[in-house]
């Protein structure tokens, strides 16, 4: 079993920056694709960026490219997202997780994926 722990999250304006992290416990951290997803109220879940095992490859949802950046530390057992240039439309839970069968070097981004969820870190960007 894995357990997953989000922080970081907060209340900022618009244009400004957070940096979410996502402590893992476990041994075997290094060996699982991590994701962030997002769910705002009333919308479904919805993956906002994934990273590979390695960290070698990586996924981005369209509306956060060149805005949010993910990245891991295996010797941590943390993967984080830093995200700038907020915007209110990025309000919502944000969701880390963990894909422990995930083939070769793949960033997987669809929430059935994954097999472990933390309990999410409220973002919220005021215009």
């Known amino acids: 079993q894995v357990q997953l722990v989000e922080s970081g999250g907060g209340l900022v304006q618009a244009g400004g920056s957070l940096r979410l992290s996502c402590a893992a416990s476990g041994r075997t951290f290094y060996s699982y694709a991590m994701g962030w997803f997002r769910q705002a109220p009333g919308k479904d879940r919805v993956s906002v960026a994934a990273i590979s095992w390695s960290g070698g490859n990586t996924y981005y949802e369209d509306s956060v490219k060149g805005r949010f950046t993910i990245s891991r530390d295996n010797a941590k057992n943390t993967v984080y997202l830093q995200m700038n240039n907020l915007k209110p439309e990025d309000t919502a839970v944000y969701y880390c997780?963990?894909?422990?069968?995930?083939?070769?070097?793949?960033?997987?981004?669809?929430?059935?994926?994954?097999?472990?969820w933390g309990q999410g870190t409220q973002v919220t960007v005021s215009s």
């Open positions: 997780a963990a894909d422990r069968n995930a083939k070769g070097d793949y960033a997987p981004h669809q929430p059935p994926e994954y097999d472990y």
